[in-house]
């Protein structure tokens, strides 16, 4: 098999996928729903009924109107739907609607199904009986029902009297998950009060599972604006039962959060925090966290999947319970310019840090019910997580910054021979990093544009056209020059500056813009600045004894005098640099490294250099432009007396020559390029007899190249050692020079395919292949392939809403085993108005280099020669698993998603297929699961999924 054909497949899996979408519009379907107005919010609208009945009562000045059948009316925003209906009305205002048989009733944002129901829409008020409801979750932290669960609870009541929109009292009420006529479990109250956002009150609640009472509450209380109080009751898998609550008080100056849990196998934990929000006059920031336990060791049972009390290793360590704390506190203030940071972080137990770390603040029943899939609890007590501390303070001030920084190690009591006591840890100084100086002058201004300009020629903005005139012209000569025969259409400009209006000639007025360029002679500035380090570092043992030490401060300044010239053209830079550093150390075993790095060394700098961009056809279309640099910079050591103990540290001078030079036109769609960079490093000095000539000690010089058509861009590069020593004279030969060529520097020709985004989908798709020059042999060729469209409506389907197709390849023709395949696909489909289905999947290939017998030296023991088009239809014949597991196109993830949107519903059905590794096994497999759920239309509230995951067993 040559590379052709894989090349021809390549192309044809593009076409494959893309082909089905030829001859298809983007016009959306002509059918639209049909919307008739009514004023619903101050009438009563019948939108239908079978027969209806009218009754007077003069004397009472009482109406009543009965509608009977498949009655459906809307009144306030609300919606009402029974097989009977009677509206009552006196003296002709509505006091009462009730409703008979199947009645459902839309009220706000909840849904009543009821045998029947009385409501005076006038006051708001009503009741019904026999009534089935969903209690959405609240928003923010408030949750709804008897007890709360993440999302919603089914309920059924004897009575329902609704007080208003946001509240209502239920009595004989059974609350559960599922919408089932007989669910296995339920909660039961004797009577309910639920008021939205504020209060939740019930009376003798009773937790049902089977036809057996579980628990019993004689009342239930949660005054949720008032406290925000979170509570998560569960049992997890491995830790057993837990009981977590969370406050959290949120003010506009700050927010405090405190947690209370008890654990079944962990023991008890409390948690604290506090956050200030904005300014308190000097306090700019303050948070404090806290965290305690009166802690209980556990150890992870791999045998049987749980944590226990005992060390399965040593008996000593088990059964250990006692106090754990740690806190932290940040904190800054600020006094006029003046700003203070503080740190500090203390704890007793360096075991526990993260222990508490999964808490949680919503209930779900199902962690009760199902503790074997509740599993979220991961810590191992056997290893230590905190061995350092660190506290410190950061003082600022304008320019000038002083810090200082302690650090702590934790040390181990050997007497304490229990390694989980915490009697045996303590953090013992080990490093003081104060005090830490920084201070920085900033640039002060010496010559601050001093410069001379004058105006050297007026431009001219009109029609989209640009012209450049004298100084001294007249532009209303030049204007009527232009239009003095007719002319099409003035485009006007959309400007800053706009002159009046102005009549042609030819009898057209029309706007232009003048402005004038001025010519800049010379220009100069000037300016020093310095900065100042200084820094302490000191070590100590456990003992406090110390071990090492070291100081230094460094002093940089500098001195800037910048010139341009010519407008710009010539431009001149200079600059004086010294720095001045001084290390020591008490400790004698620093003292070499800290002469070599103690001194002074000034330098000179100096840059002269040319640039600009001139052009032609200028303010045209066809405009050209040319632009260039020229420069060279010499960087002289004036002073060095760093590395005294060093055998050769002579004072250095170097020469760079930079240059580049290119053409852009059409927008810049055309483009060329050529920079090169030439620089030599020479000692001075003439004392040292060594390999080095004239004291050339580096030489380099790189080339780069570039040329853009379009969508295709042409590019290569590479620097080559130029340095010239009596054991290897430069020759200038193309063997010798290649010889000279820095590692990683090869010349190597990169050619790029890459076509502009498309709106909708581009076909084409972008191509990057590289060839060494050197080589002269092919390296790499890549092909990228992207399509996505949206809004697509084909005949047989109501839209596709999108599909992306992505495909990748690169071919390494140097190491063939590192050429992979890529291929990612998703799509959203819309079957009709109702159902929309989204998939997802991709495939990867990394073993395309077994497709070809010339790849044999590559191959590794026990490999062989594939087949492409065998491999290929192995890859895709699922089914048939043992051809699937020969075949090299491996899926690496699928995804499936069906979506059917109700009239108050959308219900979710999705597919996963993923793989998984586990890393404590050391296994990898593949992981099927299902997931189906109920989501009210427009909010996040939904009852629990079902979810499944088909884990293999020999896995599970």
Same mark, same amino acid.
């Given at each position: 098999m040559n590379y052709g054909r894989f090349f021809l497949f390549y192309v044809f899996l593009c076409l494959l996928i893309f082909s089905p979408l030829m001859g298809i519009t983007n016009n959306p379907p002509e059918e639209q729903p049909k919307v008739i107005p009514s004023d619903s919010n101050q009438n009563i609208v019948f939108e239908s009924y079978d027969e209806v009945i009218m009754q007077n009562y003069e004397k009472q000045n009482i109406t009543q109107i009965k509608f009977v059948g498949n009655v459906k009316i809307s009144f306030e925003n609300n919606k009402l739907k029974a097989r009977t209906v009677i509206i009552t009305s006196t003296s002709n205002k509505i006091t009462d609607i009730s409703a008979y048989d199947k009645v459902e009733f839309h009220y706000g944002s909840d849904i009543y199904l009821a045998d029947f129901m009385s409501f005076n829409p006038s006051t708001k008020k009503g009741f019904l009986k026999n009534v089935r409801s969903f209690v959405k979750s609240g928003d923010g932290s408030s949750q709804a029902g008897p007890i709360s669960t993440t999302r919603g609870w089914f309920y059924r009541a004897k009575k329902a009297t609704i007080l208003s929109d946001k509240r209502v009292v239920l009595e004989d009420v059974h609350f559960t998950f599922t919408p089932a006529e007989y669910p296995y479990y339920y909660f039961y109250a004797q009577r309910l009060w639920y008021f939205k956002g504020d209060l939740i009150f019930a009376l003798n609640n009773t937790y049902t599972v089977g036809g057996a009472n579980f628990l019993y509450f004689p009342f239930f209380l949660r005054w949720e604006r008032a406290t925000g109080i979170k509570t998560a009751f569960g049992q997890e898998k491995r830790i057993g039962w837990y009981l977590m609550n969370t406050l959290n008080i949120d003010t506009p100056e700050g927010s405090y959060i405190v947690g209370l849990d008890l654990y079944e196998k962990l023991g008890q934990y409390l948690t604290t925090s506090y956050t200030l929000r904005k300014p308190f006059g000097t306090i700019q920031s303050f948070s404090i966290n806290f965290q305690g336990a009166n802690d209980i060791r556990t150890f992870y049972d791999t045998a049987n999947d749980r944590y226990t009390h005992i060390d399965p290793n040593n008996s000593q360590y088990s059964n250990i319970q006692q106090l754990s704390w740690q806190y932290t506190v940040n904190m800054g203030l600020k006094f006029n310019d003046i700003t203070l940071d503080l740190f500090w972080e203390d704890l007793n137990d360096p075991f526990f840090v993260s222990k508490y770390r999964y808490r949680r603040n919503q209930f779900d029943v199902k962690e009760v019910l199902q503790p074997f899939n509740n599993q979220f609890f991961l810590h191992n007590d056997q290893n230590i997580e905190k061995t350092y501390i660190e506290r410190g303070f950061n003082l600022k001030?304008?320019?000038?910054?002083?810090?200082?920084?302690?650090?702590?190690?934790?040390?181990?009591?050997?007497?304490v021979s229990n390694i989980y006591l915490n009697e045996r840890y303590k953090y013992k100084l080990t490093n003081i990093q104060f005090p830490h100086i920084d201070y920085n002058t900033g640039n002060i201004d010496i010559l601050k544009d001093i410069s001379y300009t004058f105006p050297s020629s007026k431009k001219i903005e009109v029609s989209n056209q640009t012209y450049e005139i004298p100084i001294?012209?007249?532009?209303?000569?030049?204007?009527?020059?232009?239009?003095?025969?007719?002319?099409?259409?003035?485009?006007?400009?959309p400007d800053t500056i706009t002159e009046p209006g102005k009549e042609t000639p030819s009898n057209k007025t029309i706007s232009y813009r003048i402005s004038t360029n001025n010519y800049e002679l010379y220009s100069f500035s000037s300016y020093i600045n310095a900065n100042f380090i200084y820094r302490s570092y000191e070590y100590v043992d456990t003992n406090s004894i110390p071990t090492s030490d070291l100081y230094y401060h460094i002093e940089n300044g500098s001195y800037a005098f910048n010139g341009e010239f010519l407008n710009k053209l010539l431009y001149w830079n200079n600059s004086v640099n010294f720095e001045n550093s001084k290390y020591w150390s008490s400790f004698s075993k620093e003292y070499t490294n800290n002469i070599n790095q103690s001194g002074l060394v000034i330098n000179l700098g100096s840059t002269l250099g040319l640039r600009s961009t001139p052009s032609i056809f200028t303010g045209s279309f066809w405009q050209i432009n040319f632009p260039y640099t020229i420069s060279h910079g010499i960087n002289y050591q004036v002073y060095n007396s760093k590395g005294a103990f060093l055998v050769a540290n002579p004072l250095e001078t170097s020469h760079t020559t930079s240059a580049s030079w290119g053409f852009n036109l059409l927008n810049n769609n055309i483009n060329y390029s050529?920079?090169?960079?030439?620089?030599?490093?020479?000692?001075?000095?003439?004392?040292?007899?060594?390999?080095?000539?004239?004291?050339?000690?580096?030489?380099?010089?790189?080339?780069?190249?570039?040329?853009?058509?379009?969508?295709?861009?042409?590019?290569?590069?590479?620097?080559?050692?130029?340095?010239?020593?009596?054991?290897?004279?430069?020759?200038?030969?193309?063997?010798?020079?290649?010889?000279?060529?820095?590692?990683?520097?090869?010349?190597?020709?990169?050619?790029?395919?890459?076509?502009?985004?498309? /709106?909708?989908?581009? +076909?084409?798709? @972008?191509?990057?292949?590289? =060839?060494?020059?050197?080589?002269?042999?092919n390296e790499s060729f890549s092909i990228n392939s992207t399509y996505s469209i949206k809004d697509v409506y084909p005949p047989f389907l109501y839209k596709i809403e999108s599909l992306n197709f992505t495909t990748s390849l690169r071919w390494d023709f140097l190491s063939p085993r590192s050429t992979i395949f890529n291929m990612s696909f998703s799509t959203i489909i819309w079957l009709d108005r109702y159902w929309r289905m989204a998939f997802?999947?991709?495939?990867?290939?990394?073993?395309?280099?077994?497709?070809? /017998?010339?790849?044999? +030296?590559?191959? @590794?023991?026990?490999?062989? =020669?594939?087949?492409?088009?065998?491999?290929?239809?192995?890859?895709?014949?699922?089914f048939d698993y043992e051809a699937l597991k020969r075949g090299f196109f491996k899926i690496q993830d699928l995804h499936f998603d069906l979506t059917h949107y109700l009239n108050e519903w959308e219900m979710h059905i999705q597919f996963n297929l993923s793989r998984r590794v586990d890393n404590t096994r050391m296994v990898a497999y593949w992981e099927p699961s299902i997931r189906i759920e109920f989501i009210l239309s427009g909010t996040s509230d939904q009852f629990p999924p079902y979810e499944k995951k088909f884990v293999p067993e020999q896995y599970q």
């Open positions: 001030s304008n320019n000038l910054g002083i810090s200082g920084k302690w650090g702590y190690i934790l040390t181990a009591n050997p007497e001294e012209a007249d532009e209303n000569k030049f204007i009527d020059s232009l239009y003095s025969k007719p002319k099409s259409e003035i485009t006007n400009l050529l920079s090169a960079n030439h620089q030599m490093r020479f000692r001075q000095t003439n004392n040292v007899d060594d390999n080095y000539i004239n004291n050339m000690i580096g030489r380099t010089l790189s080339v780069d190249t570039g040329l853009s058509l379009f969508w295709i861009k042409f590019s290569t590069g590479t620097s080559l050692d130029l340095l010239e020593t009596k054991d290897r004279p430069l020759i200038w030969t193309f063997d010798e020079l290649t010889n000279r060529i820095l590692p990683g520097h090869n010349p190597k020709l990169t050619v790029t395919f890459a076509p502009s985004p498309a /709106e909708l989908y581009q +076909p084409m798709p @972008s191509f990057t292949y590289v =060839y060494d020059i050197l080589k002269k042999t997802a999947t991709s495939v990867v290939n990394s073993r395309i280099y077994r497709y070809f /017998e010339e790849n044999k +030296p590559y191959f @590794s023991s026990g490999e062989y =020669y594939v087949d492409f088009w065998q491999n290929l239809l192995d890859s895709i014949n699922i």
